[in-house]
C-alpha cells in the first residue's frame, strides 16, 4: 500500500502535463474569472449630448463620470451620429440631455433625458441603462425635498453580495470545477493508464485486492485536490476578498465528501473504459460539460428548460455549488443543507459500490 | 505430494468466433524449464493468462502448485511470479523505484531474496537511478525478470521474454533462466524461437491453439519419421525449387543458407539426391546426413496438422 502511493505521487510529479493540469490550472483560473471574466460594468465609454448645458445638466453629466462606471467616449455633437459612433464601436451607450433641462426642473415640468445603448450585447446594455438610470434617479431625488412631491421609491438592498461583485458567484464555481477535473478525470485516466499500458495485468497477478489497488490510486488525489481546494479559497480570499461567513471546518469537511465523490465517479469512469482516450473523452463530456452548463454555475437553473432542470438533478456539482454557496456567502450552518449534504453522500455511495462491482479482478 | 506443478486438463478457449485454445493438456513437473513453442497466434499468451488467473477458461481444469486456477486465484497470485510478453514496467519510474514497487505490493523483503536476483540485477544496478523506459530491450527484460522474481514465487511463467531482444541478451537470459532453476523454481516459458526449445528441459509444439507434440526435447528430434539431409549452398532459392521437383522427397526447407531436406522412401540417399542435383549443374553442393531440430520437427508437424 504504501508503495503504490508513492508509486502513484511519482507518477504524478515526474508529468509535466499532470503537474500543469494540477497545479497551474487552479491558479489560472481564479485569477482568469477573478480578474478578466467578469459581467460587472466598469470604465464603459458613454458619450453625452447635452442640448441645455446648464447647471443642472452638467451636474448630471458629472455625476455619472463619477461614478466610476463611465469613461467619456467620443464626442458627439447630433443624434444623427450617434448609430455611426455604434458601429465604429467607439460607444456602448449616448445619454442624450434635452433642452432646457435647469429650466424645467426649476418649474416643476419634466425635464427630459433619453438612455440609447448599443444592445447587440444585450447583458452589458442592460446594466449600463439600470447603472445610468439608477445614477440620474438618486440625483433626482436629490432634488425632490425641494419640490416636495410624494413619490414611492423602493429601496433595494443586495444581500449576501452587496456590490454584486462576480467573484462571489465564480470562486464556488471554479471549486467545483477544478475539484470535478483533478479528481475525476485524472483518476479515471491514472486508472485507464494502467489498462493501456499493460502494467495492470502484473498488478492483477499480485496479492493486491481492487480496494487497494483503488484506494492506492485515489489517496494522493484526495490530497492534492484538497490542497488545490484550499490553494482556491486562500487566493479568493485574499486577492478578491470573497468573504467565508460560515464555518471553514464545515466547509472543508464538505469540500472533503465532494472530492470523495469525484473520485467515486473517476473511478466508475475507469472501470468501464480500457485506454487513456476513452477516459478522457467520457470524463469531459459526462463531467465537464454538465458541470459548467447544467450546475447553475454560470446559467441559472430556474430559466432552464424542464427537461435539464430534471437532468441537473442528478448533477453532483449542482449541490455542491449550493452548499459551498451558503457557507460562504450566507454563512449558514448544517441545518440549512443537510439534504443536499445527504444526496451527495448517496451518490459517493452509489459510486463506489458500482465500481467495486464493476471492477475487473480479471482481464476479461 | 505429487511432483507435479501446473497441470491443465482440456483446456478451451474462445474469443468470439475465435478458438484460441482448443483442448490442451499439459503438465510440467516441479524444478523443471516447460517450454511452450509456437509462432504468434498459437494460444500461448492466452494459456499464460489462464494459468495465471487473469482469464477464465471456458471448459477445462487446470491447477498451479496444487490451487485451481479459478477457485483458488487469490492464492495463486501471491504464489505467481508472471512476466508478461509486453514490457510491462513502469516506464517513469526508475529501475530502483520499480524493483522497490514491486517488492511492496508482494510484501517482500528485498534484502532476504536479493539473492534469487542478484546476478541479474547487478547487471542493471548500475542504472539503478535511470528511468526504466529509457533502458534498453535487454536490460528491460532483465528488470522485468528481477521484479517478477523479488517476492521468490514458487512458479515463474514468462510469456515470450526473450522477443525483440537481441542474440548476446537472449544468451544470458537464458543462463539465468537456468541458474534459477537450480534454485527450484519451476519456470514455464514461451517463445517463437525453436532453437531456444532445447534449452528447455521439456517442451511443448503448439499451433493453432492445440499441442501437437510434448515431450523432452530429445524425445521430441528422436521422433522425427524421416531420414534428413542437409545441403549448404549460396544459390538457396533456385536448389529449393530444383528439389522440391525430386521424386522421393518428402519436404524440403530453407535453414538460413541451409536447405534441409527429408525422403520419403528408404530408396531414396545421400547418393541419389547428389546426383539429381551434379545433373542439373550443381556440383559444389554435397549433400550431408544431418540430425533433425526442433524446428524440423515443428513443420514436419505442422504439416501432418495440416493434411491430416
Known sequence: ?364 | MTDISVYGEGLVKNYGKTEALRGISFSVNKGEIFGFIGPDGAGKTTLFRILTTLLLPDAGDASVEGFHVVKDFRHLRTILGYMPGRFSLYQDLTVEENLKFFAGIFKADISKNYHLIKEIYDQIAPFAKRRAGKLSGGMKQKLALSCALIHKPEVLILDEPTTGVDAVSRREFWEMLIRLKSQGITILVSTPYMDEAILCDRVALMQHGSIMASGTPDEIMSSYPHRLFKISTDRTLELLSLIRKMNGIHSAEMFGSDIHLSVADAETGIEEVGEYLRNYGFTAEKPEEAKPGIEDCFIDFMKLNQTG
Open chain 1, 1 to 364: 500500500m504504501k508503495q503504490f502511493v508513492i508509486k502513484e505521487f511519482l507518477h504524478i510529479f515526474r508529468d509535466v502535463r499532470s503537474m500543469v493540469i494540477l497545479f497551474g490550472m487552479p491558479l489560472v483560473q481564479v485569477l482568469l474569472f477573478g480578474y478578466a471574466i467578469t459581467n460587472e460594468v466598469k470604465d464603459v465609454k458613454v458619450s453625452v449630448i447635452d442640448q441645455s448645458y446648464d447647471y443642472a445638466s452638467q451636474a448630471v453629466v458629472n455625476k455619472l463620470f463619477a461614478s466610476g462606471y463611465f469613461l467619456k467616449g467620443e464626442h458627439i455633437s447630433s443624434t444623427s451620429e450617434i448609430e455611426e459612433s455604434f458601429r465604429k464601436g467607439e460607444n456602448k451607450m449616448v445619454v442624450v440631455i434635452g433642452p432646457d433641462f435647469a429650466g424645467k426642473l426649476e418649474t416643476g415640468q419634466q425635464p427630459s433625458i433619453q438612455l440609447i445603448a448599443d444592445a447587440s450585447d444585450p447583458n452589458t446594455a442592460n446594466l449600463l441603462v439600470s447603472y445610468a438610470s439608477g445614477i440620474i434617479n438618486a440625483y433626482s431625488r436629490e432634488l425632490i425635498p425641494a419640490a416636495n412631491i410624494p413619490v414611492i421609491v423602493p429601496e433595494s438592498r443586495m444581500l449576501y453580495n452587496p456590490s454584486l461583485r462576480s467573484v462571489y458567484m465564480f470562486v464556488p464555481g471554479i471549486i467545483t470545477i477544478l475539484l470535478m477535473l483533478v479528481s475525476a478525470m485524472m483518476t479515471s485516466i491514472s486508472i485507464a493508464r494502467e489498462k493501456e499500458l499493460g502494467t495492470m495485468e502484473v498488478l492483477l497477478v499480485s496479492p493486491l485486492k481492487p480496494f487497494q489497488i483503488v484506494a492506492g490510486k485515489v489517496m494522493p488525489y484526495v490530497l492534492l485536490s484538497f490542497i488545490n481546494a484550499g490553494s482556491i479559497l486562500i487566493l479568493s480570499y485574499y486577492i478578491f476578498n470573497v468573504p467565508i461567513n460560515g464555518s471553514l471546518l464545515l466547509l472543508l469537511g464538505e469540500t472533503i465528501l465532494f472530492i470523495l465523490l469525484a473520485l467515486s465517479l473517476g473511478i466508475f469512469i475507469s472501470t468501464i473504459s480500457n485506454n487513456q482516450q476513452t477516459a478522457m473523452m467520457l470524463s469531459m463530456f459526462a463531467l465537464m460539460l454538465p458541470t459548467i452548463l447544467l450546475s447553475g454555475f454560470i446559467f441559472p437553473i430556474e430559466n432552464m428548460p424542464a427537461v435539464l432542470q430534471w437532468f441537473s438533478l442528478i448533477m453532483p456539482p449542482r449541490w455542491f455549488i449550493t452548499i459551498i454557496k451558503s457557507i460562504m456567502l450566507k454563512g449558514s450552518g448544517i441545518e440549512y443543507f443537510w439534504k443536499e449534504t445527504l444526496i451527495l453522500a448517496g451518490m459517493t455511495l452509489v459510486f463506489i459500490l458500482a465500481s467495486i462491482k464493476k471492477f475487473k479482478i480479471r482481464l476479461a
